[in-house]
């Protein structure tokens, strides 16, 4: 089955910095790469997902970058603010009706 | 806006009890999920169901059982608690390759 390694585990920034976040996964038909920011307390929402037909994908100050030769993908986030600090987790899925496999999570702390 | 509800907030049940989280979407999702979340562990996944009395294991599933009768409600059961199955769980549905929905979490506590 698909397993998906996330580094690192903890990352703490300046405000204004960036940070970025790096994932691997070991299925090469997955083709579907989300990731979701989870608050203290709350549940984990999407904020930026990818395809396989795509190498790099932006939302303002968020991107996520693809090498699907690799089996690697990142999330950049840049210009930093305190309301950032949050637990993000990448995952990777193949088609429909078919598991999605998530990272352990990066705590990612925002300093003023 | 999607809803994914898990009946439950916060749970204290005692050893060898039998559980039963419940979690309802109004999306008309086809995939179903329950994850189980720990310090340093991540979301792991537990069971999920691609359609009505389907279901596939996932990571984790000794311990625990699904049940999904209707497309809307997917059920997970700890047929006899212990205290290695306090966590947090959380329900997700999604409809094919697109977003996933996760509910609130369930806080268990077994004593």
């Known amino acids: 089955g698909e397993n998906v390694e996330q580094h690192p585990s903890t990352l703490s920034v300046q405000e204004g910095d960036s940070a970025v976040i790096k994932c691997t996964y070991s299925?090469?038909?997955?083709?579907?790469f989300p990731w979701y920011k989870q608050e203290l307390g709350k549940r984990p929402q999407l904020i930026i997902d990818?395809?396989?037909?795509?190498g790099e994908k932006k939302d303002q100050r968020i991107a996520v970058t693809l090498n699907k030769t690799a089996k690697h993908f990142s999330l950049h986030i840049t210009e930093t603010q305190p309301e950032d600090s949050a637990v993000y987790f990448c995952?990777?899925?193949?088609?429909?009706?078919?598991?999605?496999?998530f990272g352990k999570g990066t705590l990612l702390t925002v300093n003023p | 806006d999607v809803k994914v509800t898990q009946s439950s907030r916060y749970l204290v049940k005692r050893t060898g009890e039998k559980v039963f989280l419940e979690c309802v979407q109004d999306?008309?999702?086809?995939?179903m999920f329950w994850y189980r979340q720990d310090p340093g562990l991540g979301l792991r996944l537990i069971y999920f169901?691609?359609?009505?009395?389907?279901?596939e294991k996932g990571d984790i599933p000794e311990g625990y059982s699904v049940s999904r009768e209707k497309k809307e409600r997917f059920s997970l059961i700890l047929e006899s608690a212990s205290t290695n199955q306090t966590s947090m769980y959380l329900c997700?549905?999604?409809?094919?390759?697109?977003?996933?929905?996760f509910g609130e979490g369930s806080w268990l506590t077994v004593v």
């Open positions: 997700a549905s999604r409809r094919d390759e697109n977003t996933i929905y």
């Open positions: 299925d090469s038909a997955s083709n579907y």
């Open positions: 990818i395809r396989s037909n795509v």
């Open positions: 995952a990777a899925t193949r088609s429909s009706n078919y598991k999605l496999t």
């Open positions: 999306m008309d999702h086809e995939n």
């Open positions: 169901s691609y359609d009505v009395k389907m279901k």
